[in-house]
């Protein structure tokens, strides 16, 4: 399982850490946070050194019932951003958090090596013609509606079924363009109550059948900070015990706020595993 980032192969089949830079105000745990450019490439060098394989940058809350966000302003938050950082680290991965074509073709050619794609290119008919054209990894998530919408369409028949049978259509129309590094994402707390997240965590090996590599985005996540009755700000324990989870049912990446705790789970797993 390896994609080609920026002539760079990466091997997913030892699981990696995508840590995630929120240039939003609004994000459910980071929102705001970096109110300048220091303090911006500082978080980037600590996830670095923490060992994070990507750095996957977002410039739209997708969180539920976040504001709506038009592409001018996208565009201007997120790629002086993506200049910034790949003028200091030069050598890093960037994965761009985006369901535009547009936005994804200017990072591109910036330098950005990974589209992440909540929509799997539902949201603009554009993106897979964009991401075949410059020949890109492409992660591509299960969601439903809007973050306005998206908590009041909950109703699945299965739902390890459901999805495979979303991601096998999404992949296929992936498939014809010739794009080639698909990711899959299940989309933790994305159209999804509490009990149908743990119910996707438990048949998350089910995903094994696509023979694709899957990120699992549990990090601080409700699901987690509901159940233990506490905040997003108090959940690093919570998901750290879920990363191992996911990791066990064969996740290939982890893509978290904390890095160095996630890199520290995913070296405890691979060590588990050799063993």
């Given at each position: 399982m390896t994609i080609n980032c920026n002539g760079t192969l990466i091997n997913l089949s030892s699981p990696k850490v995508m840590g995630i830079l929120n240039i939003t105000p609004d994000s459910f745990f980071d929102g705001g946070r970096y109110q300048s450019e220091a303090e911006l490439l500082k978080q980037v060098a600590a996830m670095l050194k923490d060992g994070a394989t990507f750095i996957d940058i977002g410039a739209y809350?997708?969180?539920?019932?976040?504001?709506?966000?038009?592409?001018?302003?996208?565009?201007?938050?997120?790629?002086p951003v993506v200049e910034l950082i790949l003028k200091e680290f030069p050598n890093s991965l960037l994965s761009i958090d985006t369901f535009r074509s547009d936005i994804a073709k200017s990072a591109i050619e910036l330098g950005a090596a990974i589209i992440n794609d909540i929509s799997a290119g539902i949201e603009d008919k554009n993106m897979l013609q964009t991401i075949a054209q410059y020949n890109v990894p492409y992660i591509m998530m299960h969601k439903r509606g809007t973050p306005q919408t998206m908590q009041t369409l909950t109703d699945y028949d299965r739902i390890i079924k459901d999805l495979l049978f979303y991601f096998s259509e999404r992949i296929a129309e992936a498939r014809k363009l010739g794009i080639n590094d698909i990711i899959i994402d299940p989309g933790f707390g994305f159209a999804k109550t509490t009990a149908q997240n743990?119910?996707?965590?438990?048949?998350?090996?089910?995903?094994?059948?696509?023979?694709?590599?899957?990120?699992?985005?549990?990090?601080?996540k409700s699901m987690i900070y509901k159940t233990l009755n506490t905040t997003a700000g108090s959940a690093l324990n919570g998901t750290t015990a879920l990363h191992m989870v996911a990791l066990s049912k064969g996740a290939s990446l982890l893509r978290a706020h904390d890095v160095k705790e996630a890199v520290e789970c995913v070296k405890l797993y691979e060590q588990l595993r050799q063993s």
């Open positions: 809350s997708s969180k539920p019932n976040a504001s709506f966000v038009s592409e001018k302003e996208e565009r201007e938050r997120l790629l743990f119910e996707l965590l438990n048949g998350l090996e089910g995903f094994k059948i696509t023979d694709l590599p899957f990120l699992v985005g549990l990090s601080r």
